[in-house]
C-alpha cells in the first residue's frame, strides 16, 4: 500500500544554478550533495512540518527525456515491499518506467517508478527518513 510522500525529485542540467535558486526560494541551505557539494549530481533539502524531501538531480541521470519546457516530478511513495508493489502496479496495467534502483552508498533508499495506463509517472520507494519520521509520530 502507498503510505506517503517521500521524496519529489526534479531534474535540472545545472544542479549547481538549481540549487542556488531553491536555497534562495526556500531560505535554506541543501542539506546532502553527491557526489560532491562543488559538482552535485544531486542534492537535496528537507523542509516543512514533516521534513520533505526535495532531490535535484542531474538531467543526465533522467530515465526519460528531461526538456527545457515544463515537465512533471516523479512522487516517490513510501513502501514497506518495494519488489511486491512494483509488481502489484505491473499486475494492474502500468508499465516498468525505471526498474528498482539502489541510491546512495547501502543506505537502505531505493527507487522505482512506474506509468499509469493514463500515462502518470508514479514513483514508489524505500525510505529509511519516512520510517523514522512515522514512528516518532506514533511514539509522541
Not at 524531501?53 to 526519460?64: F, P, R, T
Not at 515544463?70 to 508499465?95: R, S
Not at 500515462?119 to 509520530?137: A, Q, R, S, T, V
Request: charged share 20%.
Amino acid at each position: 500500500m502507498l503510505r506517503g510522500f517521500a521524496t519529489v525529485s526534479f531534474y535540472a542540467a545545472d544542479v549547481k544554478a538549481a540549487r542556488a535558486w531553491y536555497e534562495e526560494l526556500l531560505g535554506i541551505k541543501a542539506y546532502y550533495a553527491v557526489p560532491t557539494a562543488d559538482d552535485p549530481a544531486y542534492v537535496e533539502f528537507r523542509f516543512g512540518d514533516f521534513q520533505c524531501e526535495l532531490g535535484i538531480i542531474d538531467a543526465k541521470y533522467a530515465s526519460h527525456q528531461v526538456t527545457s519546457g515544463p515537465a512533471g516530478a516523479v512522487i516517490h511513495w513510501h513502501v514497506d515491499n518495494l519488489e511486491a508493489e512494483l509488481q502489484h502496479f505491473l499486475d494492474h496495467g502500468a508499465t516498468l518506467q525505471e526498474p528498482i534502483t539502489e541510491r546512495g552508498n547501502n543506505t537502505g533508499f531505493r527507487t522505482a517508478s512506474v506509468v499509469d495506463p493514463f500515462g502518470n509517472l508514479i514513483g514508489m520507494m524505500n525510505n529509511p527518513h519516512y520510517l523514522e519520521i512515522f514512528e516518532g509520530l506514533k511514539s509522541a
